[in-house]
Each structure stands twice: as C-alpha cells, then as structure tokens.
C-alpha cells in the first residue's frame, strides 16, 4: 500500500527549526518523511538528517523517498532512545529536533495495522510490530478496574466506566478478536442520545488503547530532557501534538526546563542555583491557517510548541 500521509504545519516547523545548512537534524518520528525531506533539501552535504521511525513500513517509505541523498541516517528505534541514537552514530551534538507526534495517515488507513475503527482487523495497534504486546492484550486481559481508568484518562471519555464494564461482560462469553467486534461492544455501553452526537462513539475508546499500547504519553516528556540534552546551544527542537493531553505534557516539560529551580518557594533567593537551559520561542502554540486547515481537516487540532536551548 502506498504511504499517503500529508504533513502537518511543515512551513511553521521548518522556520521554528531556524535550519541551518551544515547543521545536524534529528526527525524523531519519521512516517513518510515529509517534513525530513524538507529538511533535508535545505542542507548542504555538510548538513545531515537522522530519522528516527519505530514502524519499519515508514522507515521504507522514507527510505525510497530520501534515497537520492547520501546525508540520511535512518534508524529503527523508539524516540525515547535518542540520546543513544545520537551517540551511537558518535555525534556530540545536533542542532534540531522535530517530533510530530501520535500515528501517520498510512497507519490509520492500513486496515490490518488494527488501528481504525472503521475498517475490521485484529486488534494490534502497534507502531512497532517487533513487539508483542498490542490492543488485544490491553481489551481482553486488563481489569475492569484499569480499562476503566485507560479509557477515561487517555481517551477523556465520559462513558468509561460503562464501555469498561460491558467489555469485561462480553470477554465472559468469548475473546474479543477484532476491532469491529470492540466497536459493537462500545456502542452497545453508550446511551442512544450520545451516540447520534458528536464524533464516532468509538473514537475516545480507541485513542485511549492506542495510548496505552505504545506508551505514547509516559515518554514524552523524558524524550525532550533528553532531546535537549543533546541540543547544541542555539538548537532548536520543535513539537506537534494532536490532543490536549501530549500538549499538557509539552507545553510543562517546556516550563519546567525554563525554570529548572528546585529551592522551597518559602526561600528568598535561590540557592540550588540550576539555571535555565532553554528559552521558549512560541508563547503560544502555533495552530494550522485556514488554508491548511482547508486542505487537511488532520491538522485541526495540531500545535506546534518551539524552544531554543541556551
Ligand atoms: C504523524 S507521523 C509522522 C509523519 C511525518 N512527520 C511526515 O511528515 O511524513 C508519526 C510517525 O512517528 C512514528 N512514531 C510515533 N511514536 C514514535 C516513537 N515513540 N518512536 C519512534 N517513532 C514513533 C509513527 O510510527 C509514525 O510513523
């Protein structure tokens, strides 16, 4: 299947990158390398572009599309690695990092990849298929108790502890194998009136499992200390998230390396004496014009946070 994935705020993020064309770029989530391959045009050979991608079909996808430059590096790993990825390839430094978060077109619209809710498959999820552990662990072997929990905290759904409910109910006459089946159970648990409202009734629940799978929220924030780490000073790292819970994440972990002091308020000055380590170039988030918009309904609920390491 061909890679179709359009990419999201690619002119906000290349400027917030400030790209220099002998500098060092790190794409943490390379998909169909959209926004590498712009990147990667506006560097020198000098210049060098790492992808990051723990799918391997988008590490081929980038692979085909980056192939007439010899400045790509592309490696399979999860980006909670980087500060490894970067010293194994024997860099001290690297002058930018984009992370464009959460999962590609191609992986929604790949049926067999279990990640749609429209399309029946298996329930997997998994952006890396090397692993074992995917969506029909979390649906048919969780508690009631921690279903309950994953599907109100991550998919911010009112409903929980219902869909919780009647998915444990209907794991007593069997597994739960496909995505259809988990989409008929999660109906079957919302109120006629909420469902007719508002998006697909299935929408949060599988959001929420998808989270869990990959551990999409738990390494946000340790991949940009990292991340910053190994920022050179003036490097840039941007990044985009598509739901309010990877922004909260974002935009705290941001504010927390502007003001890394840990002395007690109650003291009159500061005395552990941690300075800033980086400045914050987007006050507020960046969101796609109307123009964008237009053209990728996807890019609806995009924010683009950019700092700037001291
Ligand atoms: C939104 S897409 C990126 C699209 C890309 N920016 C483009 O323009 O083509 C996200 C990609 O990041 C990958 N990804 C998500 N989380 C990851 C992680 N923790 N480590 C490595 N790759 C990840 C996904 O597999 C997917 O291919």
Request: proline share 3%.
């Amino acid at each position: 299947m061909e890679f179709k994935h359009i990419s999201v705020l690619l002119d906000e993020c290349l400027e917030g990158l400030n790209i220099k064309e002998d500098g060092i770029y790190v794409d943490c989530t390379l998909g169909g390398a959209g926004h590498s391959k712009e990147i990667i045009k506006r560097l020198s050979n000098k210049g060098r572009l790492i992808g990051i991608d723990q799918d391997k079909d988008a590490l081929k996808a980038a692979g085909e599309k980056l192939k007439d430059y010899n400045n790509a590096t592309l490696v399979h790993s999860n980006f909670e690695n980087i500060k490894d990825v970067v010293e194994n390839l024997g860099l001290e430094g690297v002058d930018g990092i984009l992370i464009d978060l959460g999962v590609s077109s191609y992986q929604l619209d790949t049926a067999e990849r279990g990640f749609s809710y429209m399309q029946d498959a298996p329930l997997d999820m998994r952006m890396n298929r090397e692993l074992e552990f995917s969506a029909y662990d979390v649906v048919n072997g969780y508690s009631e108790d921690d279903l309950y929990k994953i599907i109100r905290d991550y998919g911010e759904e009112k409903f929980a502890k219902r869909i919780a409910s009647f998915i444990v109910k209907a794991r007593e006459e069997g597994e739960i194998k496909t995505t259809l089946e988990l989409v008929d159970i999660i109906k079957a648990a919302i109120p006629a009136k909420a469902r007719r409202e508002g998006p697909h009734p299935a929408k949060r629940t599988f959001q929420a499992i998808r989270i869990e799978v990959n551990r999409e929220l738990s390494i946000i924030s340790k991949t940009i200390k990292d991340g910053v780490e190994k920022l050179n000073k003036g490097g840039r790292m941007a990044i985009i998230t598509f739901h309010s819970l990877e922004d909260r994440i974002v935009k705290t972990t941001y504010k927390e390396l502007t003001n890394p002091c840990t002395c007690p308020r109650e003291f009159p000055i500061c005395v552990c004496n941690n300075e800033p380590i980086v400045k914050i170039i987007t006050r507020k988030p960046i969101e796609a014009s109307k123009e964008e918009l237009e053209e990728n309904p996807r890019s609806r609920s995009a924010k683009l946070r950019v700092l700037e390491k001291l």
